[in-house]
């Protein structure tokens, strides 16, 4: 009668000191790993938040506070508002960010509706000149007209010193119109064929269907299109001529790269410091993205595109 060995067929107890602990399947890492990771993530983030500290306690401070931490403080001991009252009482950043509001809303909204309309035209495969105008999109990825061209055609539409002149530029964007096309392609195409049979038309199909099952894309895209509109400066550069039509960035770039003097318009009043007055503009530039960026942390591409 044969014998078996039972310590070389009984399976290994679990959690035993050659097993590694998992989680869904993965190895958990040492604990002095874990710990090394943490550190540099914390390192990271300290790099990035500390000049965002260092620009919103400097706008705070006051001169001496500014001379005795050589230009840039960390922590002001006695906060001031001052350098914010004064910039926005002189109404050149108020009215910058109003201009810089409207292009951006404005902007952004007619930015989604083109890229929309034109995704959905190109995602029909029986749609008129599908193939030529889907080439030619792409086309524009690779090549475009220049500044030069481009100024003489703002000139020769008439838009030269107009709000137009920052919008309609960047209107649409072949990337975006070939991502929101990705998007409506894989919607199935049961659900339009249906829509069909029950009268509806493209406009409906579009408004309707494809754009509530990709909200996420449209979220992402409206964003993209806001940052940029929002911190585009160089159009307003080429184009603009009244400093009354500045946007808030063209604004940042006089006060704060070029280092202009930033004056009062009232007799006797006592100016803040320079650097805090630019440091304030700097914040109200940066206030409006950061409040826009969590609305769409939401959302979820792949949620979106797996709808029915």
Not at 22 to 32: E, K, R, S
Not at 83 to 100: C, E, Q
Not at 116 to 128: E, I, K, N, V
Not at 157 to 172: E, F, N, V
């Amino acid at each position: 009668m044969t014998t078996i060995d039972r310590r070389t067929t009984s399976p290994r107890p679990p959690g035993g000191p050659g097993r590694r602990r998992t989680i869904n399947g993965a190895p958990v890492p040492h604990p002095a790993v874990r710990g090394l990771k943490g550190i540099v993530l914390l390192l990271c983030c300290a790099v990035v938040v500390l000049p965002f500290v260092a620009v919103i306690s400097t706008s705070l401070a006051d001169q001496e506070q500014i001379t005795n931490a050589g230009g840039y403080v960390l922590w002001p001991t006695n906060p001031s508002f001052d350098a914010y009252a004064a910039i926005f009482r002189g109404g050149v950043v108020t009215r910058a960010t109003l201009v810089s509001v409207g292009i951006t809303v404005v902007g952004s909204a007619l930015s989604v509706s083109v890229v929309a309309l034109l995704a959905y035209s190109l995602s029909r495969p029986g749609s008129w000149g599908h193939r030529p105008i889907l080439l030619l999109v792409l086309f524009t990825m690779l090549f475009n007209a220049g500044m030069i061209p481009n100024y003489l055609l703002m000139k020769e539409l008439g838009l030269i010193d107009s709000y137009w002149a920052l919008i309609l530029p960047g209107l649409t964007s072949a990337f975006q119109v070939i991502i929101m096309r990705a998007f409506f392609m894989e919607v199935p195409r049961e659900i339009v064929d249906a829509a069909r049979i029950d009268g509806a038309g493209e406009l409906q199909i579009l408004t309707r269907i494809m754009l509530p099952l990709s909200k996420a894309v449209i979220a992402v895209i409206a964003l993209f299109n806001a940052v940029a509109y929002w911190s585009a400066f160089f159009n307003a550069v080429l184009y603009i001529n009244s400093t009354e039509k500045w946007p808030l960035q063209l604004v940042l770039r006089t006060y704060v790269v070029d280092n202009t003097q930033i004056g009062t318009d009232l007799p006797g009043e006592v100016v803040p410091p320079q650097q805090s007055l630019q440091m304030a503009i700097l914040v109200v530039s940066l206030i409006p993205i950061c409040l826009v960026y969590p609305c769409s942390s939401g959302t979820s591409p792949r949620a979106s595109s797996s709808a029915p």
